[in-house]
T-cell receptor
């Protein structure tokens, strides 16, 4: 099976712009989660989608949003970018989202905000 | 917020030696997972241990879990240069099964050839 894929791998934006990142989960996986990784805050949970519904959300401002499509692919959007949004954004998928499921991560999208 | 705290923050050993990393967490968990990350790339899943398990093995990896002390350890035996990476523990809390993973800040492991 192909792993989790994320596009684009690298992105450079300027403050105030918006950005959309994409994630394709492992075939058959219905849960997709997003994480932000920064040197200062480490890895932090953004949100999880399951069957096109946001099931859980981390402590991030409303500028961070996401959605999931019927084929389980997911996108996350960040509006009005700030310098502090520069980070590695990781997507993870798992079959059902039940706690016994292992989460498999993609390679990440490195976002730089200038 | 960070739940897991790995110890040590950095570890440098000679190839062939064993490496032990520890993780502590604060709240009740359903399971605990260990991940490896090479140079800011994606996370590679190593092993998942459930809250009712005490020890688990996978190849050169051995993980223990002590829920009474809210701690876990990862042992890598016979280390190799390719094991150089950052290692993270992550907990999946008791939140109905739909909570995100809570990660520690990681242990940076360097294997000297």
């Amino acid at each position: 099976k192909a792993g989790v894929t994320q596009t684009p791998r690298y992105l450079i934006k300027t403050r105030g712009q918006q950005v959309t990142l994409s994630c394709s989960p492992i075939s058959g996986h219905r849960s997709v989660s997003w994480y932000q990784q920064t040197p200062g805050q480490g890895l932090q949970f953004l949100f999880e989608y399951f069957s096109e519904t946001q099931r859980n959300k981390g402590n991030f401002p409303g500028r961070f949003s996401g959605r999931q499509f019927s084929n389980s692919r997911s996108e996350m959007n960040v509006s009005t970018l700030e310098l502090g949004d520069s980070a590695l954004y990781l997507c993870a998928s798992r079959p059902t989202g039940y706690y016994t499921d292992t989460q498999y991560f993609g390679p990440g999208t490195r976002l730089t905000v200038l | 917020s960070q739940q897991g705290e790995e110890d040590p923050q950095a570890l440098s050993i000679q190839e062939g030696e064993n490496a032990t990393m520890n993780c502590s967490y604060k709240t009740s968990i359903n399971n605990l997972q260990w991940y490896r990350q090479n140079s800011g790339r994606g996370l590679v899943h190593l092993i998942l241990i459930r809250s009712n398990e005490r020890e688990k093995h996978s190849g050169r990896l051995r993980v223990t879990l002590d829920t009474s002390k809210k701690s876990s350890s990862l042992l890598i035996t016979a280390s190799r240069a390719a094991d150089t990476a950052s290692y993270f523990c992550a907990t999946d809390g008791r939140g109905g099964g739909a909570d995100g993973l809570t990660f520690g800040k990681g242990t940076h492991l360097i294997i000297q050839p």
